[in-house]
């Protein structure tokens, strides 16, 4: 979203950020740094406004936290209802999608990198840990919603979700493993085990 | 390990303090807040000694940082060789005992927290994610020994690896996902998956 008055660097003009520019650049102290630099004064003084302005937007620190994860949580979900409920497509032809959303270039590396700073947020967080919980419980959901498609019970197709969903965080978190053909071959690998039939019980 | 001089507070018993020391509590001051909180004023705090007596052990901070690193991977690495090279189990079993890993109480939840911390820190810096690639190539390539012993090729081992690998972080990542009756019907059915036979190549 372009910023109004992008060219004048007067306070007056400032102050016409809205709440989102803040809860922009916070979300990138976060990623650059982490929860604890973001802090008003650091906000303001890179914003190019007084610490004041930032008042008029949120009551306090807290209330921007909650905004961050909040417009997070939002984005997470609405990313999936397009994908699911609009898109039509196919269950087996959104599970090979969900498998190629790693390697989407910039919009993944950027998702992945909000999404990894506000897991690391969670760690010593509980209001950052419920958001992250519940973002991960919805998409979780949805995704066993496509194995339950493909004529899976629930319960297996819960366990399938959670295994694609752990592969395309491995994707992620281990973006230097292997070269682009491995990657390539093995999310077709990954597909195939996740579109086909369980192998009968091993005799433990 | 315990500290020598335990009962003592006076800085001259405190200069007894080993290099591992320091880096024990610079790895907790890294989990319950992030690198750029890993500083020498604050670790001397932390462990009632001058700022002074730091230089004994570190040339200077990115000694400490290093150091860090050096003990983290000798760490995840001795644990592989242990698990993999001393037990003489076989090959299926050291597969189940790698999808246990996440549910080892204490000593997994300690282990998780830290390469999650580690893992934030080298999103920005190239040191930290030069370390963190190396272990995941260690850890990757011995998960998929086993995979190769239980007769896949090396190119298909190196996917279960891969997959079984992204399963160990997901479980730690998604911690609050699910019961505890639910996370073990899970763990078997992704050891079940992995253990079998790929199924035949859908068509596209």
Chains 1, 2 share one sequence.
Not at 186 to 194: A, I, Q, Y
Request: proline share 2%.
């Amino acid at each position: 979203m372009p910023r109004r008055q992008q060219t004048s660097a007067t306070s007056a003009n400032r102050t016409q950020l809205t709440p989102d520019d803040w809860i922009d650049a916070a979300t990138q102290v976060l990623v650059e740094d982490s929860i604890n630099a973001v802090r008003v004064d650091v906000l303001a003084k890179g914003l190019q406004v007084t610490r004041g302005s930032f008042y008029w937007h949120f009551r306090d620190r807290d209330d921007l936290l909650t905004q961050i994860l909040k417009r997070w949580a939002d984005a997470a979900t609405e990313q999936l209802i397009n994908r699911f409920e609009r898109s039509g497509a196919a269950p087996d032809t959104l599970v090979r999608e969900l498998a190629n959303l790693p390697f989407r270039g910039r919009t993944a590396h950027r998702s992945a990198a909000i999404d990894q700073a506000i897991r690391a947020w969670a760690r010593r967080d509980e209001m950052a840990r419920r958001a992250v919980d519940d973002v991960d419980a919805k998409r979780l959901s949805y995704i066993a919603h496509c194995f339950v498609a493909l004529g899976h019970s629930i319960k297996e197709a819960q366990h399938r979700a959670f295994l694609l969903y752990s592969y395309m965080m491995g994707e992620a978190l281990l973006k230097n493993q292997g070269t682009d053909a491995q990657r390539d071959d093995r999310r077709r690998f990954v597909e195939t085990l996740l579109l086909g039939q369980a192998p009968a019980e091993n005799v433990e």
